[in-house]
């Protein structure tokens, strides 16, 4: 499966434009990214701060049978995000919280949100995916950092906007040998990770 990109330069929400995607002009997948958003939702409703010079961006498709379920994915999401930040800041003291945070160090770096739509008889997952690249918003009772401030080095988005794809896309290339016990394992390894 190959995954369009839906550029945008501000938007209310990433997933908000992947819903109207395929609601309205029909896509059955595909990755919209922006560079900025006004109104970012995180998990229950939660704003998600969404600072210009961050990644924020959503993939979508079309849940087919032979799929994993949305369940799966659930843990499936974090898994793959994880692979991409590990690139950055190591895999040392990277952990996440289901079902939707990443910490590294204890702080918390990236936020998922999944949800979940119908259109007709077909069911869409939609994968909001924000990483604090460059800043991160200052939360009682929540610390959390950005790569910037973990590894001193400034990530390019364009680049993570293609690791993010390109991990989807071999996933999906890969389906026929996919076993969801192997993510279940990987996941216990970093859960580990937080009492390191």
Known sequence: MKFKIFRYDVVDSTNKIAINLIKKKNHENGF????KQKKGKGQYGKRWISSRGNFFGTIFFH????YPSVEEF???NPI???DILSKYCGKKRTF???PNDIYINQ??????LQEVITKGSKKYLIVGIGINLLSNPKIKKKPSTNIYNETKKKPSISKILYQVINKYEYFFSNLKIYNFLSF??????ILLNKTL
């Open 32 to 35: 919209v990214h922006a560079l």
């Open 63 to 66: 849940l087919k049978k032979n």
């Open 74 to 76: 659930t843990l499936i």
């Open 80 to 82: 793959l995000s994880i």
């Open 96 to 98: 996440f919280k289901l």
């Open 107 to 112: 702080k918390k770096i990236c936020g998922i």
């Open 184 to 189: 279940v394992s990987r996941s216990k390894k």
